[in-house]
């Protein structure tokens, strides 16, 4: 059975480095999605993509995130100078988008990110 | 603003038992889609079953069932027979078409030897 696959799935970086976090959506999938949950806490929404262009965002999802789907299977998130409260786990999930049984999102498994 | 509220932090059954799982949302969409995830220890975020809200039926997943009142803006994860392998938090999710998934606060499930 397809699913998302996710890169790494742990990442320990400094505070104020660059990190990216790599996604491989379902390959017939239209949507992608990059969701975080810091721990302890429900699943939050940062971002949703389509036709290779954000098509919502929430505010966490400020100026230092960015999405990116360099090829036709990659979807990537980049946050560009972390700070301590970006410690989370960060979810890519995507679905096909036909009516019914493609409103489903899939996740992925998920990139443990720890900013010291 | 959609709100999905899940009123029970914990909740524990024996195994082989049943138990339910509430979620109640808010919205003035009227077509919308539901769903229960499943968060075992691996933090991993597994689809357990899907309501469309079009639909009156109640969804069924094997052991799993919902009981989606519309009207009341409810929707509750049934788990008949547990099994150890349930164990783990259960989130509910509300989405309006193109839209994000919002979810609860998550119910934590002990299942009891």
């Known amino acids: 059975e397809p699913e998302v696959t996710q890169t790494p799935s742990h990442q320990v970086t400094q505070m104020g480095q660059e990190v990216i976090l790599r996604c491989v959506p379902i390959?017939?999938?239209?949507?992608f999605y990059w969701y975080r949950q810091i721990l302890g806490q429900k699943v939050e929404f940062l971002v949703s993509?389509?036709?290779?262009?954000?098509?919502?965002k929430s505010e966490i999802f400020d100026d230092q995130f960015s999405v990116e789907r360099p090829d036709g299977s990659n979807f990537t998130l980049k946050i560009r100078s972390t700070k301590l409260e970006d410690s989370a786990m960060y979810f890519c999930?995507?679905?096909?988008?036909?009516?019914?049984?493609?409103?489903?999102?899939?996740f992925g498994p998920g990139t443990r990110l720890l900013v010291l | 603003a959609q709100t999905v509220t899940q009123s029970q932090p914990e909740m524990s059954v024996q195994e082989a038992e049943t138990v339910t799982l509430s979620c109640t949302y808010d919205?003035?969409?009227?077509?919308?889609?539901l769903f229960w995830y499943k968060q075992p220890p691996s933090r991993q975020m597994i689809l357990v079953i899907r309501?469309?809200?079009?639909?009156?039926q109640n969804a069924t997943e094997n052991r799993f069932s919902v009981n989606f009142q519309k009207a009341a803006k409810s929707f509750s994860l049934k788990i008949s027979d547990s099994q150890l392998g349930d164990a783990a938090m259960y989130f509910c999710?509300?989405?309006?078409?193109?839209?994000?998934?919002?979810f609860g606060t998550g119910t934590r499930l002990t299942i009891i030897p």
């Open positions: 390959s017939n999938h239209l949507y």
């Open positions: 999930a995507s679905r096909s988008g036909s009516r019914g049984l493609g409103e489903t999102q899939y």
């Open positions: 999710a509300y989405k309006v078409g193109n839209e994000k998934l919002t």
């Open positions: 993509f389509y036709n290779n262009e954000i098509s919502e």
């Open positions: 919205t003035s969409e009227s077509d919308y889609y």
């Open positions: 309501q469309e809200a079009y639909k009156q």
